[in-house]
Structure formats: structure tokens, C-alpha cells
């Protein structure tokens, strides 16, 4: 069965610093998987070699065919990013920056409706600009935005930074419906204990190398903390 995406030897690197070395991994259809290390380690780079903002060597697949080098494909083909910072359009409403998720065109569960089933707070302030939101509101509007291009997997880099445990409750009870409605996740985050609730496995990155996997109980293991300093 091909996977939803798959590295295959990637090296990544930055006007000549290499960042990412013969990086391989897989990711299959409604797993989630958290992506561990220090910071530095090249965790953002490997979510940003999918849409060719680094240099990038080597094959990343989705669903076991090549991704082109159109920064707009892995959206048309199933991968969405939340990033770091939100980017959320403060000159749109909440509800128009959900929209603009609609861009891939791609069809199936989310609508507008179903992402403020999922996040209530926004559809309070629907028609508030999108930057009048709080922080962890700001982190929902980017999720739910994500989500209108329906996608086969998510990605999402620090999505818990800056927030606090209150919301981080509220981000971890719409990741596993979104997960248990069958996307895929994969999750950039220094918040162990939300891998560990959501995650069935994990990759761990040091300075730029895969170094370690396996089933998401492994975090617990002094060896793998040791290992990627968490």
C-alpha cells in the first residue's frame, strides 16, 4: 500500500547549509505520527522540503507518486500546513479566512459549518476580523482554514506554542476527531504530552538526521529522551 507520504533519501539545505541528511520515512493513510527533537534539529525544514522551500535532493511521495515542484501541488494533492506564526489575514473575517482554505478545490467532509461544529468559538466571531482573535482562537482559525482543502494529511509545526493548557486541552480535543475522522497528522511539537495523547508513533530528529521511531509509548524510554534531549 503506497503511503500518504513518504521521504525517500531527502536532503535539504538553505543557500548551500544543509539542514536535512538521507531523511526517509513514511507516513500511511490515518496514522499520526509526532516529529521530535531539540530545537534546530530540522523539524520545520522537513514539513517546508514538501512544498520546495528549501533545496531539496532525494523523492517525497504522495500516495507512491513524486511531488512536483509547484509550491501549490501538495495542497491540490491532499497535504495541508498549519505553520508556525498562524498567518492569519487580519484584513478578512474569520469566516473569510476559513474560505480561503477552499482554494485546492479539493471536495469532501468540511465545510464552513463543520469547522465551527469543531471550533465553537469561532463561530461566535465569525465576522470578526481574524487577527482580533486571541492567540489560541488565532490557532484554531489556522486549523480550520487548513482543514477546507480537505486533506488526506495534516501537518501542523508548534501548534501548542505560546498557549496555554486550557487551550492546548481545547487544540487536542479537535486533533483526535480530526484524526478519528481519518486524516492523517503529522505533528511538529516540544508539547510531549500531546504526542503521546494523540500520536500512534514518532520520528525523532537531531541535527538534521533521522535518529529513532517507533511506537509512541518509546517516549517514555530514558534512552529515546537522551537521545533527542527532550
Known amino acids: 500500500m503506497n503511503a500518504v507520504l513518504e521521504f525517500r533519501n531527502v536532503h535539504a539545505s538553505y543557500a548551500g547549509a544543509v539542514v ?19 530545537n534546530g534539529a530540522g523539524k520545520t525544514t522537513a514539513l517546508m522540503s514538501v512544498y520546495r522551500v528549501p533545496t ?11 511531488l ?15 505553520p508556525q506564526g498562524k498567518r492569519i489575514f487580519g484584513n478578512l473575517t474569520v469566516e473569510e479566512n476559513i ?19 469543531l471550533f465553537p468559538n469561532l463561530a461566535r466571531g465569525a465576522k470578526r476580523p481574524g487577527t482580533a482573535l486571541s492567540g489560541g482562537e488565532q490557532q484554531m482559525l489556522a486549523i480550520a482554514r487548513a482543514l477546507m482543502a480537505e486533506p488526506k494529511l495534516l501537518m501542523l509545526d508548534e501548534p501548542t506554542e505560546g498557549l496555554a493548557p486550557v487551550v492546548i486541552d ?16 503529522l505533528l511538529v ?26 511506537p509512541v509509548a518509546d517516549l517514555e524510554s530514558r534512552a529515546v529522551q537522551e537521545l533527542i534531549a527532550l
Open 20 to 38: 536535512l541528511q538521507d531523511v526517509s520515512f513514511r507516513i500511511e493513510e490515518g496514522q499520526t505520527v509526532g516529529l521530535v527533537g531539540r
Open 56 to 66: 531539496v535532493t532525494g523523492e517525497i511521495l504522495v500516495d507512491g507518486t513524486p
Open 68 to 82: 512536483g515542484r509547484k509550491r501549490h501541488e501538495p495542497a491540490s494533492r491532499g497535504i495541508s500546513l498549519v
Open 99 to 117: 474560505r480561503l482554505g477552499r482554494a485546492s478545490r479539493r471536495k469532501g467532509q468540511w465545510t464552513v459549518d463543520a469547522v465551527f461544529d
Open 170 to 185: 481545547e487544540l487536542v480535543r479537535a486533533l483526535g476527531e480530526i484524526r478519528d475522522r481519518g486524516t492523517a497528522l
Open 189 to 214: 511539537e516540544q508539547h510531549v504530552g500531546m504526542i503521546r495523547q494523540l500520536a500512534d508513533s514518532f520520528l525523532a530528529l537531531r541535527k538534521g538526521e533521522l535518529v529513532g521511531g517507533g
